[in-house]
């Protein structure tokens, strides 16, 4: 079992920055590929980023390709999202999760193990 906590969401204007966290405990965190999702309003989940465990491999969605970046520290058990140049269009509640997959495919949420509850960012224009 793993467990997940996002920290870090805001409310921010528009052409600003945030950096969420997210802390895992329970097995082993280093063997988990760990993507970002988001799902805005009336809107399905979506992926944002994602990352295989030893964090040579990074994805991102087109929408966000050059202004996030995902990281992760395997000895402090988080994963990071760093959100630069926001959009109001970015407004969402952010999720982090966990894949255990052989063959991780980042954006497909039915490979993630485990969720977090989410972190709400918001974006002001």
């Known amino acids: 079992q793993v467990q997940l906590v996002e920290s870090g969401g805001g409310l921010v204007q528009a052409g600003g920055s945030l950096r969420l966290s997210c802390a895992a405990s329970?097995?082993?965190?280093?063997?988990?590929?760990m993507g970002w999702f988001r799902q805005a309003p009336g809107k399905e989940r979506e992926f944002v980023a994602g990352?295989?465990?030893?964090?040579?491999?990074?994805y991102y969605a087109d929408s966000v390709k050059g202004r996030f970046t995902i990281s992760r520290d395997n000895a402090k058990n988080t994963v990071y999202l760093q959100l630069n140049s926001l959009k109001p269009e970015d407004t969402a509640v952010y999720y982090c999760?966990?894949?255990?997959?052989?063959?991780?495919?980042?954006?497909?949420?039915?490979?993630?193990?485990?969720w977090g509850q989410g972190t709400q960012v918001t974006v002001s224009s």
């Open positions: 999760a966990a894949s255990g997959a052989r063959s991780y495919t980042p954006k497909l949420p039915v490979l993630y193990n485990y």
């Open positions: 329970g097995r082993t965190f280093s063997s988990y590929s």
């Open positions: 990352m295989r465990p030893s964090g040579a491999s990074t």
